[in-house]
């Protein structure tokens, strides 16, 4: 794959169509700005994901803790 886009830059810079090149290169940084965006939104999701399973457990943790006070106490 990497040497497929080598050849087509090779191509372009050799023809001397600078603006055709330009193009190119601005269509490979634009994908490479998606391919981050993507990865660090899949990376909050996760996060997010994490954060809401350990509020779970700690909410649940309080649950028994104050059922066991209930019948400690009644």
């Known amino acids: 794959m ?10 372009l810079l050799a ?3 600078l603006v055709r090149y330009l193009i190119y290169a601005l269509g490979e940084i634009i994908l490479i700005i998606l391919g981050i965006l993507i990865a ?3 990376n909050n999701w996760n996060e997010k994901r994490k954060e809401a ?3 779970k457990q700690i ?16």
């Open 2 to 11: 990497i040497n497929f886009f080598r050849n087509i830059r090779g191509q």
């Open 15 to 17: 023809e001397n169509k």
């Open 40 to 42: 660090l939104q899949i």
């Open 53 to 55: 399973i350990l509020e």
């Open 59 to 74: 909410l649940q943790e309080i649950r028994d803790n104050l059922m066991l006070d209930t019948t400690y106490f009644a």
